[in-house]
């Protein structure tokens, strides 16, 4: 009997996932642990790899769709079995949704959820009273006004439109009901002169196969001719749909910056110290990174600070009662945050050994949906970008964000004197409706001391 | 200092025709030329090769005029009349360049130029037509457009010796060598080597790489190789290397793997070298590519605001009407606001036996772009014409996008088929379909009627073939 390879169910939250690349094609033999296909879900993109060793019999669903988790999605089984009809169910594409998509992925907000008890509450709570936000209206305007429901047109009057590669939505009916007659398109097509529209053979031939209308269209040819180039212009110019991945982050990001005002306060590090003090560390084969520091001394600072480690609908106020730093990795699709899990417990060792794990997965798109929720904090590090300084948005569930930038040389006057000092830039960003101006200066300083205390330091590694 | 709006450097087909139609847009023009009008082209490349090749292809074409019921005996030629014939053209065409300059105001500087400065020139006569007795001149220029072309270089591994010669100085040979040894299977090796064939002399092709003339259409490829050893007697080899050459008084001999070759004369057939490091550049603020090239933008502008290049110099596809393309564009540029782009369909033409035509994509191109693709080929063979001037050979081919049904690329083997291919630039330039071409009435009898046939057999529609599946069936009766 051939096997089922199902979608898997990859988080608590998970209800569907879209699948978005196939790395086997039918008749390949398949091994156990072998990656079969990847998929994407709301917080990251898989690889997904068989449990069983046989022949790829059928591919039941193809690349781009969309299926709730536990759908078969193929058989694996031996050479020339016969495979079961079935169809799949609920599919949709996953291109070209649109609006409907958008709107389907707010019915599961993806709140950071079970960070400990206050923040599972908290996760809940927003949820329930998300109800009606302006993004949940029918949003991203459609690329022509959409057509009434009740368009209706001849098929002679369809065929002409399409024939000549106009939108036939756009053209007034006066058949009855409004219905679209063949005489309307011929009278819109005399009014906007296309009698007068240039256009190359192979560049209709492609129009009409793409649906894109003439009359939008300018030539960029010398002689007022709309060529192959116009079109492909306007192809590339198409709106398309965000992968699921972006349209989650859109969505949490606007979401974020929406209802916590956030406010910014910056302050300059001297890591001249620090950075000779991982040079030297380096030299004796032990090795950390400046993330691993920053890390280190942003959780302790949080103990004393747990207003900046909580959470606020606007009503109520959550203190979280685990210290949980969220590290924002940028991939090519867009960022993930894996969470370093009480973080104030660890030792730096402990850190830097945790946070190289999940960067590396997190870069390779292996990390589990489980190991992106709940974080309490998050700590963005931009420093390998060679930026002087910037702000970042705080990530939904929590309060504050630290931005940090590039350490660079700058000259510094000490004892009024102009030396040469390793600077780097921290910009606190965090949410006016919980923490205050005094409040973020304090937290921040008390950030930079940690860093500066080279004592500190030497009796933490 | 005399000042001009334009100053052209170089009168090849790239230059010249930028100085005329800059002068016809109002500009002050000066011609800045080193050498004769008309550059490599008229003087030392297209021009005097075609003329050859047409004495040859008309001698080989008497010799076979047996097969359309003439007699003619005896039939011979005169090596040195040819040259002199095609002299003569050369001349011809030389004075209706200067005409045609003069008649446009366009200012003649005689000398080599270089740059003093972005806007300055320097024009130093030649020392070697000192009859010219003028001195050095600076010329002060608004907008420069650079086209002074390639210049035959002899490979730096032959040995310098009378019996090892560059094209620039085969062409002056007024007696025929009785066996050549041509050293590069591209475009000007294949055609020296067909009409040394046709001419009765014994000719040995080596190359380099796998095939003569890489990078064309690999069918087209094996028609020519097959024509080239079979009718003319070429020997070709490639894949290897011409090493150990020596020459003295009564030949040259060199090895090519364990085979050692030799004959009267061996043709360099490659190796043209840039002309840019002349111009010193580095005064205007320009450089060259690794190549020794200017970079161009699609509109003909180099990195220089005021300074345009055209042609050969540029870095390819050196064709002459692609350099007088691009001269006109650049002139046109250099006078007006409103920007034109170069072309990018460009046929290019190979005057071997048979001749080929070529412009678009080839097959393997198209397939290399990730492109899905039909295509469509006839044999001039089943064509009422290509019988009746008795030359059945060869084939159409076109190849069309398998969506679009554009048009992308077409290849033509055969009589005439450097002129045929101009119908099918036409079509690609305008996007046409295949489906628009077969529909296109072509006149009977003509050897352009194979288009429309390839147009209708890319389209599953062939009249005049038949199709693989009868065939078969055909076959077994
Ligand atoms: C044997 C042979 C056969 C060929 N056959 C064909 C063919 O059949 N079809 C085809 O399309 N192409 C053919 N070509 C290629 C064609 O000749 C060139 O592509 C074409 O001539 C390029 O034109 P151009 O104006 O860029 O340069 P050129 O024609 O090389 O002209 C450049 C001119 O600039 C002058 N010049 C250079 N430097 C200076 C300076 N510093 N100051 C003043 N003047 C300077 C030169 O003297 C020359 O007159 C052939 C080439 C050769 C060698």
Excluded at chain 1, 59 to 76: D, K, L, R, S, Y
Excluded at chain 1, 129 to 141: G, H, I, K, L, Y
Excluded at chain 2, 355 to 379: C, D, N, P
Aim: charged fraction near 25%; hydrophobic fraction near 40%.
């Amino acid at each position: 009997m051939p096997r089922p390879v199902v979608m898997p169910k990859l988080g608590q939250s998970e209800e569907e996932g879209t699948l978005v690349r196939w790395l086997k094609k039918e008749g390949d033999g398949v091994a156990k642990g072998d990656v079969l296909f990847e998929i994407e879900t709301d917080k990251a993109l898989l690889e997904v790899e068989s449990f069983f060793e046989g022949i790829l019999l059928k591919i039941v669903v193809p690349e781009g769709q969309t299926v709730p988790v536990q759908t078969t999605v193929a058989f694996i089984g031996d050479p020339g079995e016969a495979v079961p009809e079935i169809t799949v169910p609920a599919a949709k594409p996953g291109k070209g949704e649109g609006p409907r998509a958008s709107a389907k992925v707010s019915e599961h907000p993806p709140v950071a959820a079970a960070g400990g008890e206050a923040q599972a509450r908290a996760g809940r709570r927003i949820a329930r009273e998300r109800v009606p936000r302006p993004q949940e209206r029918p949003s991203p305007p459609p690329a022509h006004p959409e057509a009434p429901s009740i368009f209706k047109i001849s098929p002679r009057a369809a065929r002409l439109a399409e024939e000549c590669a106009v939108d036939p939505k756009v053209i007034v009916g006066t058949g009855p009901g409004g219905r679209i007659v063949e005489k309307d398109v011929s009278s819109y097509l005399d009014t906007k002169g296309y009698a007068h529209l240039r256009v190359t053979p192979t560049a209709k031939n492609l129009a009409r196969k793409e649906g894109i209308d003439l009359f939008n269209l300018q030539p960029s040819d010398d002689g007022g001719r709309i060529g192959v180039a116009d079109i492909e212009t306007a192809l590339a110019e198409r709106p398309k749909p965000m992968g699921r991945m972006r349209r989650v982050i859109a969505q949490r990001l606007a979401e974020s910056f929406r209802s916590a005002p956030h406010f910014f306060v910056t302050v300059s590090a001297d890591l001249t110290e620090l950075d000779s003090f991982r040079k030297e560390l380096k030299s004796k084969g032990v090795s950390y990174t400046v993330t691993d520091f920053i890390l280190k001394a942003v959780a302790a600072t949080l103990e004393g600070f747990p207003a900046v480690n909580s959470t606020t609908d606007g009503e109520k106020i959550w203190w979280h009662s685990r210290i949980d730093l969220g590290l924002a990795v940028a991939l090519e699709q867009g960022l993930v945050v894996p969470v370093l899990r009480n973080a104030n417990k660890l030792t730096l060792a402990d850190i830097h050994e945790q946070a190289t794990e999940l960067t590396a997965r997190a870069r390779a798109g292996k990390l589990t949906p489980g190991e992106m929720t709940g974080s309490t904090f998050t700590i963005s590090n931009m420093g390998m970008l060679d930026v002087e300084n910037f702000t970042a948005i705080i990530n939904p569930g929590e309060s504050a964000i630290l931005a940090v930038s590039s350490l660079a040389k700058h000259p510094v006057v000490r004892d009024d004197r102009v030396v040469i000092r390793s600077l780097m830039k921290m910009t606190l960003s965090s949410d006016h409706r919980i923490i205050d101006g005094a409040l973020a200066a304090r937290f921040l300083n008390a950030i930079r001391n940690k860093l500066e205390e080279i004592s500190l330091w030497r009796r933490l590694v | 200092m005399e000042a001009f709006g334009v100053v052209v450097i170089g009168a090849g087909p790239g230059g010249y025709p930028a100085a005329i139609r800059a002068a016809q847009l109002g500009a002050s023009v000066a011609l800045v030329e080193k050498e004769d009008l008309g550059g490599t082209c008229l003087n030392w490349g297209c021009i005097p090769t075609k003329c050859l090749i047409s004495s040859s292809d008309l001698y080989a074409r008497v010799k076979s005029a047996g097969t359309m019921g003439l007699k003619v005996e005896g039939a011979s030629f005169d090596y040195a009349a040819m040259s002199d014939r095609k002299d003569q053209v050369v001349r011809t065409l030389r004075n209706g360049v200067k005409q045609l300059l003069k008649a446009n105001v366009v200012k003649v500087f005689q000398g080599t130029a270089s740059f003093q400065g972005r806007n300055r020139i320097l024009v130093s006569p030649e020392a070697a037509s000192a009859a010219s007795s003028s001195e050095p001149v600076v010329i002060g220029a608004d907008k420069t457009i650079i086209a002074t072309g390639t210049s035959s270089a002899m490979p730096a591994f032959l040995p310098r010796h009378a019996r090892v010669l560059e094209s620039r100085a085969f062409l002056s040979l007024k007696s025929l060598p009785s066996s050549v040894l041509v050293l590069g299977g591209g475009v000007i090796g294949c055609e020296f080597a067909c009409m040394l064939g046709q001419l009765g002399a014994r000719v040995t092709v080596v190359e380099l790489l796998e095939d003569i003339l890489w990078g064309l259409d690999a069918d087209v490829r094996r028609e020519l190789r097959r024509h080239m050893e079979k009718t003319l007697g070429v020997r070709i080899l490639t894949g290897g290397t011409l090493e150990d050459v020596s020459a003295d008084e009564r030949r040259v001999r060199g090895r090519v793997g364990t085979e050692w070759v030799e004959a009267d004369v061996l043709l360099a057939a490659f190796g043209r070298k840039s002309t840019a490091e002349q111009l010193q550049l580095e005064n205007a603020g320009l450089g060259v590519d690794e190549r020794g090239f200017i970079a161009v933008d699609e509109y003909g502008r180099t990195q220089v605001a005021t300074i345009y290049a055209v042609g050969d110099v540029t870095g390819g596809p050196f064709l002459a009407h692609a350099a007088t393309s691009q001269g006109l564009v650049a002139a046109e540029n250099a006078c007006r606001r409103h920007l034109r782009r170069n072309e990018t369909c460009v046929a290019s033409c190979i005057f071997t036996s048979p001749e080929i035509g070529t412009v678009g994509l080839s097959e393997q191109e198209a397939q290399h772009q990730g492109r899905k693709i039909k295509t469509g080929k006839f044999m001039l063979g089943a064509l009422g014409k290509a019988l009746a001037i008795g030359e059945p050979m060869g084939f159409v081919k076109w190849v069309a996008d398998a969506e679009t049904d554009q048009l992308l690329g077409a290849h033509a083997i055969g009589p005439h088929a450097t002129g045929l291919i101009a119908e099918a630039a036409v079509a690609i330039r305008a996007e046409l379909t295949a489906a628009e071409l077969a529909r296109t009435v072509h006149a009977h009898p003509t050897l352009a009627e194979a288009w429309m046939e390839a147009a209708h057999a890319l389209r599953d529609e062939p009249i005049h073939t038949i199709p693989e599946r009868t065939r078969a069936k055909a076959g077994d009766q």
